[in-house]
C-alpha cells in the first residue's frame, strides 16, 4: 500500500505538468508570433438584430497588446492598451487614458480582454487534464479571484492542440457561457448560456509579423502614433 501512495505522489506532479505543456501548446497554436497584428472583428446576435465593429490588435509577447478601433466611424481614434492585467482606454475627447477593466463588455459576450489577449495561461493554471475521444479536457483554475471566470473547462485536440470549446464558469460553479473554435480557431461563436439565442461571433483575420515598438504599449503613446 505504501509503494502505491508512492508512485501515485511522484506521479502527480508529472500529470500537473502535461497539463501545464498542453496549454502551452494551445497558446502557441492560437498564436505562434512574438510581435504581431491582427484584424478582430465582432457581430453580436440577439434574436433577429445584430450589430458589428472592427479592430485591429497589436501584439507583442504574451502579455502587451493595442487593439486600435476601426468600425464603426463613430469609434475610430479610440484605442485599448491591455498590460498583463491592467487596461486602459483612450478617448480623443479625453485628456489622459482611462483605467478600465479587461472584464468589461466590449459587445455582446465579448469583454476588452477577450479580444486584447489571445492566451489562456496568463490568466489560468491547468488544474487537471483528462482525455475525451480525439481531444484533451483541461480544467483551468483562475490565477487570480478577480478574473470573471472562476473555471475554464477547455477542449483541446489531440493532434494539432487546437482548441475546439470551452465552457466558462463563475465563482459559484455556475456555466454562464460557451465558446466554439472554428476554422483553426480563426472563428469563436460565444454562447449566452443566461440569455438562450444571444451569441457573439469573434473572426479573426489577417495575422502576421509586425514589429511593434516597446514604447507602443505605454499610456502616453495611446493615440499619437
Given at each position: 500500500m505504501?509503494?502505491l501512495l508512492?508512485?501515485?505522489l511522484?506521479a502527480?506532479?508529472?500529470f500537473?505538468?502535461?497539463?501545464a505543456a498542453?496549454l502551452a501548446?494551445?497558446d ?8 504581431f497584428?491582427v ?5 453580436s ?8 465593429s ?5 501584439g507583442k ?10 468600425a464603426?466611424?463613430?469609434d ?5 492598451l491591455?498590460?498583463r ?5 483612450y478617448?480623443?475627447?479625453?485628456s489622459?487614458p ?7 463588455r466590449?459587445?455582446?459576450q465579448?469583454?476588452n480582454g477577450d479580444v486584447a489577449?489571445?492566451n489562456?495561461a496568463?490568466d489560468?493554471n491547468?488544474a487537471g487534464v483528462?482525455a475525451e475521444?480525439?481531444?484533451?479536457v483541461?480544467?483551468?483554475a483562475?490565477?487570480d479571484p478577480s478574473i ?5 473547462r477547455?477542449?483541446?485536440?489531440r493532434?494539432t492542440?487546437e ?6 464558469y ?5 456555466l454562464?457561457k460557451r465558446a466554439?473554435?472554428s476554422e ?9 448560456l443566461l440569455?438562450?439565442?444571444?451569441t457573439?461571433v ?8 509586425h514589429?511593434?515598438?516597446d ?5 502616453d503613446?495611446l493615440?499619437?502614433w
Amino acid at each position: 500500500m505504501k509503494r502505491l501512495l508512492c508512485i501515485v505522489l511522484l506521479a502527480l506532479p508529472l500529470f500537473a505538468e502535461d497539463g501545464a505543456a498542453i496549454l502551452a501548446r494551445v497558446d502557441a497554436a492560437r498564436n505562434p508570433l512574438p510581435s504581431f497584428s491582427v484584424d478582430v472583428s465582432l457581430t453580436s446576435i440577439s434574436g433577429t438584430a445584430s450589430e458589428s465593429s472592427k479592430f485591429r490588435v497589436y501584439g507583442k509577447g504574451s502579455d502587451r497588446s493595442v487593439v486600435e478601433f476601426v468600425a464603426p466611424a463613430s469609434d475610430k481614434g479610440k484605442y485599448l492598451l491591455m498590460l498583463r492585467d491592467a487596461m486602459w482606454i483612450y478617448l480623443p475627447s479625453a485628456s489622459r487614458p482611462i483605467r478600465i477593466s479587461p472584464l468589461q463588455r466590449l459587445m455582446g459576450q465579448a469583454s476588452n480582454g477577450d479580444v486584447a489577449r489571445t492566451n489562456f495561461a496568463i490568466d489560468y493554471n491547468a488544474a487537471g487534464v483528462t482525455a475525451e475521444g480525439d481531444s484533451w479536457v483541461l480544467d483551468l483554475a483562475a490565477k487570480d479571484p478577480s478574473i470573471a471566470y472562476a473555471r475554464v473547462r477547455l477542449w483541446v485536440d489531440r493532434k494539432t492542440s487546437e482548441p475546439s470549446r470551452a465552457d466558462f464558469y463563475v465563482v459559484s460553479g455556475k456555466l454562464i457561457k460557451r465558446a466554439h473554435y472554428s476554422e483553426h480557431g480563426l472563428r469563436i461563436e460565444i454562447e449566452d448560456l443566461l440569455r438562450p439565442g444571444n451569441t457573439t461571433v469573434m473572426q479573426y483575420a489577417h495575422l502576421a509579423p509586425h514589429e511593434n515598438p516597446d514604447r507602443m504599449f505605454t499610456k502616453d503613446a495611446l493615440g499619437k502614433w
